[in-house]
């Protein structure tokens, strides 16, 4: 902190040449002013801070938008915060949980403070130059006061982070909501809420602050997933099916995305658009063997056997496995289909020797197309797996 507080020094007292001139102060605050800049100065001195901070709050109290105090007492109240951040520490290695806690307490209410006097010292600034354009000190310093309040924030966040993390959700919980409060529209204490929601699947309150982050970045594509993921869970495939699409909109070669669109119309029953959408997509994978099967599934739901059947052989031609051949099997079995069927039931057969339904399978379909030839060769493998 005496590091920060030092870089600092040149920068705020040429504005305090500025503030003298664009603020002004009563001559008894003058006086304030001036002996808290001598108890400000005395680095790593807390009785001499505390002073400081008193005597600037009454400079607040005759001008409650000047610059330098608010500045100064935000430099304080982060001196002290990073006091009981190091208390805080040393408690938990040495598993003093009650002490700990209670020093964490302080430190966040040292960061809150630091954080609301950089924000009031950078709005107040930003303001003046509404009156006239600030010079390149003044710009300087804002920027600089900007950043110590989105220090304070993350130093929050990364508070909560680590309760988190420690498994203490209801601290955690509270720390995000502090910075939540402080600033509505950063979507990282969000982001958090969702993670510690899902994890006590809360729904409503996952809802809530992930429809809050869309709110804040309504093009951000990993929030849109993850809204859209949600509503599927829920077979809310419309409003699921509305965020996937505002994907695409914005990522057209996304084919994970394009996926998900299939997935949420089967789920509607709309197998027409889901046929149409996951074509666009196997132009790209046409060798993809899930895509075959689904696209399989779905020709099934629109009772096109061809079509079925053709993207069934062509999945299994590429992945001859079990699984896949047995439902093909089956399938052409069902529709009569015996001389595909002598043809994939020996695959599935060579996939899985063990197999007496592939077996089977070959039997039918050497009996229905009278392969003499065939139907002994099985029928003497079924004796010898039945032995």
């Known amino acids: 902190m005496k590091q920060i507080l030092l870089i600092g020094m040149a920068a705020i007292?040429?504005?305090?040449?500025?503030?003298?001139?664009?603020?002004?102060?009563?001559?008894q605050a003058n006086l304030d002013k001036k002996s808290a800049g001598i108890y400000y100065n005395q680095k790593d001195n807390q009785s001499s801070l505390k002073k400081a901070q008193e005597l600037y709050e009454k400079v607040l109290k005759d001008n409650p938008d000047y610059f330098l105090a608010l500045r100064r007492l935000g430099d304080i109240n982060f001196y002290f915060a990073e006091i009981h951040t190091a208390e805080a520490k040393a408690h938990e290695e040495a598993k003093e949980a009650n002490a700990y806690k209670e020093s964490v307490h302080k430190e966040l209410q040292f960061y809150r403070a630091a954080y609301l006097k950089y924000a009031r010292a950078a709005t107040v600034l930003d303001s003046l130059g509404n009156v006239k354009p600030l010079n390149d000190d003044e710009k300087t310093q804002l920027r600089d006061t900007s950043r110590r309040r989105d220090n304070m924030?993350?130093?929050?966040?990364?508070?909560?982070?680590?309760?988190?993390?420690?498994?203490?959700?209801?601290?955690?919980?509270?720390?995000?909501?502090?910075?939540?409060?402080?600033?509505?529209?950063?979507p990282k204490p969000l982001k958090a809420m969702v993670s510690i929601y899902q994890d006590e699947k809360n729904e409503a309150k996952v809802e809530e602050y992930l429809l809050k982050i869309y709110n804040l970045t309504p093009d951000d594509k990993d929030i849109l997933n993850r809204l859209g993921s949600f509503y599927f869970l829920r077979d809310d495939f419309t409003q699921a099916l509305t965020y996937f699409e505002k994907v695409k909109t914005l990522d057209p070669r996304n084919l994970d995305n394009q996926k998900l669109i299939v997935e949420t119309y089967i789920g509607m029953k709309d197998y027409t658009k889901a046929l149409q959408v996951l074509q666009d997509v196997m132009a790209s994978e046409p060798n993809n063997v899930n895509l075959l099967i689904t696209a399989g599934s779905i020709a099934a739901q629109l009772k096109d056997d061809a079509m079925e059947m053709d993207y069934k052989k062509r999945a299994a031609d590429k992945e001859p496995s079990p699984t896949i051949l047995s439902d093909l099997c089956y399938r052409l079995a069902n529709l009569q289909k015996f001389d595909d069927?002598?043809?994939?039931?020996?695959?599935?057969?060579?996939a899985d020797q063990t197999s007496k339904e592939a077996v089977n399978m070959c039997l039918l379909a050497a009996q229905q197309t009278k392969n003499k030839d065939m139907e002994i060769k099985y029928s003497a493998?079924?004796?010898r797996l039945e032995f």
């Open 13 to 27: 007292l040429l504005l305090a040449a500025c503030s003298n001139e664009r603020q002004k102060l009563s001559p």
């Open 153 to 186: 924030l993350d130093r929050i966040v990364n508070r909560g982070i680590k309760e988190y993390k420690d498994k203490d959700n209801a601290e955690a919980i509270q720390t995000f909501d502090m910075a939540i409060r402080l600033n509505p529209k950063n």
């Open 341 to 350: 069927l002598m043809i994939y039931a020996q695959k599935w057969y060579d």
């Open 381 to 383: 493998i079924m004796k």
